[in-house]
């Protein structure tokens, strides 16, 4: 899983997840994984059919505790009388992934003749389902109805994808991706306190051309700012995301504006700041472009005496704080390899900004490419903070919580 799927920190959540007879069923172990890894604990049912595909003992293997079977297992019998209520009283959420159409139609209809419908129906918190079936099963009206039904009765869906399936047919039937699955999991285990804002982070780096071939740019990979967009995401934000050119993948909720120079991921912002109430700018924006050599790819035969113009790109951050309104919130990143308290200050105070974060990207374990990083944050009050070297997905939401304060 990406670095900025890695949220961690759902410390005692409890995830019961229900696992149908699928051909995909095999993927419901990388999502027990997936949720232990954020720290939550994980109970399972697996049902007769999905029990045909991967056996319970998989389940326990990873960790998953208790794992329900039938309604009238001995070994289910022997962890609860009352397995069947279990979950309901328990857990936090429930993750049906794969879902198959015959228990979408139990859960739409409220029928309950094995253990995970039964569970189901006493289950009043959220349920995600995740389908996975047949394209001609999915595509069937009677499906159609029960999944409009599942919607209607307010269970989360995770759609599944088009493609080929295990048949050989191709079509839309396929499990969807374990990171959107984990991400719907997650999202009804966070504070909503994000709700309703409308969040844009910029990311990665710019890529500037030379000629036709060769540009300028830096190793950005985007991390800390996918961070701070899966963050805004699972606490309820409507989040766009302006990305230079990265190897990231978004969940499909999220608004992702592809750019590649910093002129273009300029005129996007500008474009898209006044409908947002926070902007986030942790691109790293090349700061100058190369004057263009012109269409055609510059030969080395040419290149005696090679040398290359630079013009300044502009501050796309520093844009946005001049016209920012009252009801408008600035977080600004810095990465310095010397003065960082001054230089965050100098920054906060040029750019207008309502926060910001610097690292100092000579450290190790700080900075581009990394999975973690080392912050010291100032915000316009002139608070400060320095935090221990934390994982990006830790940074996000201790710097959104942060921004809650005020
Ligand atoms: O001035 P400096 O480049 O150090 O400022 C860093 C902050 O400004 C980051 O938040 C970065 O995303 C943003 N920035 C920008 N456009 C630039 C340069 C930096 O938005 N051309």
């Known amino acids: 899983m990406q670095a900025h799927y890695g949220f961690a920190g759902f410390m005692g959540k409890r995830v019961h997840l229900g696992v149908c007879g699928s051909i995909a069923a095999y993927r ?10 954020a720290d939550c604990m994980v109970s399972a049912t697996v049902t007769d059919a999905a029990a045909r595909f991967v056996t319970p003992l998989s389940f326990e293997g990873l960790g998953a505790s208790p794992v329900y079977t039938g309604m009238f297992d001995a070994a289910t019998e022997r962890e609860s009388a009352f397995g069947h209520l279990e979950p309901g009283q328990t857990c936090e959420v429930m993750v049906i992934a794969p879902a198959s159409a015959n228990t979408i139609a139990k859960l739409a209809n409220g029928l309950a003749d094995d253990m995970l419908s039964c569970q189901a129906l006493a289950f009043a918190g959220p349920k995600v389902v995740a389908p996975a079936m047949n394209p001609r099963m999915w595509a069937n009206p009677v499906t159609r109805r029960n999944w409009d039904m599942l919607e209607k009765l307010g269970f989360i869906g995770v759609v599944p994808e088009t493609g080929k399936v295990a048949c050989g047919d191709t079509g839309t039937g396929r499990l969807a991706p374990v990171e959107e699955i984990f991400l719907a999991g997650l999202k009804a285990l966070s504070p909503q306190d994000l709700n309703g804002k409308r969040v844009m982070v910029t990311l990665g780096p710019t890529r500037e051309p030379w000629d036709a071939v060769r540009f300028w740019s830096n190793p950005s990979s985007g991390t800390m700012g996918a961070c701070m967009a899966m963050a805004a995401y699972l ?6 995301v302006v990305a230079g050119p990265t190897a990231l993948s978004f969940p499909s909720g999220m608004s992702v504006v592809q750019v590649q120079t910093a002129q273009q991921m300029n005129a996007a912002c500008q474009d898209l700041w006044p409908s947002m109430d926070v902007a986030c700018a942790t691109a790293a924006v090349a700061d100058f472009r190369p004057v263009l050599y012109g ?3 510059f030969k080395k035969e040419q290149g005696d005496g090679l040398h290359v113009d630079f013009v300044p790109n502009p501050d796309i ?13 600035l977080i600004g990143f810095a990465a310095e390899t010397r003065n960082i308290k001054s230089e965050a200050s100098r920054k906060l105070k040029s750019k207008n900004l309502d926060l910001i974060a610097a690292n100092d990207v000579s450290r190790e374990g700080s900075g581009f490419g990394t999975a973690t990083n080392q912050m010291y944050i100032l915000d316009k009050a002139g608070r400060q903070e320095s935090w221990p070297k934390l994982p990006k997905t830790e940074v996000a939401w201790r710097l959104w919580d942060h921004l809650l304060l005020d």
Not at 235 to 240: D, H, I, L, N
Not at 317 to 329: A, T
């Open 295 to 297: 269409p055609d790819k």
């Open 28 to 37: 419901a172990l990388d999502l027990v994984r997936a949720f232990l890894d």
């Open 317 to 329: 951050l520093k844009g946005l704080g001049v016209s920012k309104q009252g009801y408008q919130r």
């Open 235 to 240: 606490r309820g934000a409507e989040v766009t």
